[in-house]
């Protein structure tokens, strides 16, 4: 099971950063796929998910109407676009690969883990 997340950086309050996470085509097929991300002293929190078939999306209250997620079946990839970045948006954020085709809020739903990158939002 091989994920690699990229994109993140330092950006200003209001800018946008876009984020993806590279999967094996064996890892991804058939399974949901979501961004979590964590703050230092916060638990890990979900941000997004998409179905397989890429006809479901879930987003966190924080980021609904900001961040869209996406798959790119041609690269085996997931992308999250961040728009109208905040502050409280400085997290590492790290994508994971879901048990089930459909994708689903809760960490016990996805059963690997990318290493993380890193997104700073100054303000």
């Known amino acids: 099971v091989q994920l690699q997340a990229s994109g993140g950086g330092l950006v200003q309050a209001g800018g946008s950063l876009r984020l993806s996470c590279a999967a094996s085509?064996?890892?991804?097929?058939?399974?949901?796929m979501g961004w979590f991300r964590q703050a230092p002293g916060k638990e890990r929190e979900f941000v997004a998910a998409?179905?397989?078939?890429?006809?479901?999306?879930l987003y966190s209250d924080s980021v609904k109407g900001r961040f869209t997620i996406s798959r790119d079946y041609a690269k085996s990839t997931v992308n999250l676009q961040m728009d109208g970045l905040k502050p409280e948006d400085t997290a590492t954020y790290y994508c994971a690969v879901g048990r089930r085709s459909v994708p689903s809020t809760e960490r016990s739903s996805y059963a690997s883990w990318g290493q993380g990158t890193q997104v700073t939002v100054s303000s």
């Open positions: 998409i179905s397989w078939r890429g006809d479901i999306t």
């Open positions: 085509k064996r890892t991804a097929s058939n399974n949901a």
